[in-house]
């Protein structure tokens, strides 16, 4: 079992910064992905920005803006976001891609963190 936990939302103004973490506890083999995606209201859930194999990938719309990091030893990923814009407000959250004894890989999700950005 991996548990994806979230902390570091809020509510900012636009042009602040917000860091996200996401730490995942339980038993697993390894970590394959971590990545981070995000759900405005009436909008489609979308890929934020994902780490893996220590290459970074950025949606468009936040290249330049965020940053993906992962500490390996402690099972936690970042998302450092930095001139925030009212249309980055979301629920965001937390996906891992962990594999279990056997090689079987998983996917699991944490519950969210609110980012919502005031002008």
């Known amino acids: 079992q991996v548990q994806p936990v979230e902390s570091g939302g809020g509510l900012v103004q636009a042009g602040g910064s917000l860091r996200l973490s996401c730490v995942a506890s339980?038993?697993?083999?390894?970590?394959?992905?971590m990545g981070w995606y995000r759900q405005a209201p009436g909008k489609q859930r979308e890929l934020v920005a994902i780490?893996?194999?220590?290459?970074?990938n950025y949606v468009d719309s936040v290249e330049g803006r965020f940053t993906i990091s992962r500490d390996s030893a402690k099972n936690t990923v970042y998302l450092q976001m930095n001139s925030l814009k009212a249309e980055d407000t979301a629920g965001y959250y937390c996906?891992?891609?962990?594999?279990?004894?056997?090689?079987?890989?998983?996917?699991?999700w944490g519950r969210g963190t609110k980012v919502t950005v005031s002008s």
């Open positions: 339980g038993s697993f083999l390894r970590i394959d992905a």
């Open positions: 996906r891992i891609t962990a594999r279990r004894e056997g090689g079987n890989s998983y996917e699991y």
């Open positions: 780490i893996s194999g220590g290459i970074p």
